[in-house]
């Protein structure tokens, strides 16, 4: 059985503040990728990073890094300087079909 | 590229009528996917194509749902008759290869169902 659990429903946090979403990705599969997407309140649904099990590098793009390990099972994502417009919704997809059930973050200005 | 298109984006019925959304996913895909989302179960899949070929409809509520993939470059979900609980945001999603590759998804159907 597969399950995918991100156990914060709601962060809030203050502009300039650094957050980190968490994401546990429990399963048999010896190797699987995972993904994490972004809703906006405006709802669109867009993607922002894949990664796949092999590869446990954390990676940063701009503000956004992500630290995977595969022996925790956990893929975290890590907003730095966290901006009014990275308020949304994020979600953890281990891939197509499957999503946690999200975090929304909320950052105020 | 258009990207993932749907149609209509909002849609308002009262119970007991048939509705269509309509997908068109990005060329060159060949996986498909129908999700719902609301407030109370979050996103759900509701049903998987791939090559036009439904693969996973386990996630489908019951039969009052039904979709198809005509061709490679249009698929439909209706909801025969449509009940207030129905009513949610239906997104489409494609990708090139499930698992592997992420998913673009369209603006969404809201459905609203009085």
Same mark, same amino acid.
């Given at each position: 059985a597969?399950?995918?659990?991100?156990?914060?429903?709601?962060?809030?946090?203050?502009?300039?503040?650094?957050?980190?979403?968490?994401?546990?990705?429990?399963?048999?599969?010896?190797?699987?990728?995972?993904?994490?997407?972004?809703?906006?309140?405006?709802?669109?649904?867009?993607?922002?990073?894949?990664?796949?099990?092999?590869?446990?590098?954390?990676?940063?793009?701009?503000?956004?890094s992500w630290n995977f390990q595969k022996s925790t099972s956990s893929f975290n994502f890590t907003i730095t300087a966290s901006q009014v417009v990275d308020s949304a919704v994020y979600f953890c997809a281990p891939r197509g079909g499957i999503f946690g059930a999200g975090t929304r973050l909320f950052v105020k200005a | 590229d258009a990207g993932v298109i749907q149609s209509p984006r909002h849609e308002v019925t009262e119970m007991g009528q048939e509705v269509t959304l309509r997908c068109k996913p990005i060329s060159g895909h060949n996986s498909l996917f129908w999700y719902r989302q609301t407030m109370m179960r979050g996103l759900e899949l509701l049903i998987y194509f791939n090559n036009n070929v439904p693969i996973d409809?386990? =996630?489908?509520?019951?039969?009052?749902?039904?979709?198809?993939?005509?061709?490679?470059?249009?698929?439909?979900?209706?909801?025969?008759? &449509?009940?207030?609980?129905? &009513?949610?945001?239906?997104?489409?999603? &494609?990708?090139?290869?499930? =698992?592997?590759?992420?998913?673009?998804? =369209?603006?969404?159907?809201?459905?609203?169902?009085?």
């Open positions: 597969q399950k995918v659990t991100q156990a914060q429903t709601e962060i809030s946090v203050v502009e300039k503040e650094d957050v980190t979403l968490d994401c546990v990705y429990e399963t048999r599969d010896t190797t699987y990728y995972l993904f994490w997407y972004k809703q906006p309140p405006s709802g669109e649904l867009v993607f922002l990073i894949r990664r796949n099990s092999f590869d446990e590098q954390n990676e940063i793009s701009g503000r956004y | 409809d386990s =996630g489908m509520p019951e039969d009052r749902f039904s979709a198809k993939m005509p061709n490679a470059s249009f698929s439909t979900l209706k909801i025969q008759p &449509s009940e207030p609980r129905d &009513s949610a945001v239906y997104f489409c999603a &494609s990708t090139t290869l499930r =698992g592997a590759h992420e998913q673009y998804f =369209g603006p969404g159907t809201r459905l609203t169902v009085t």
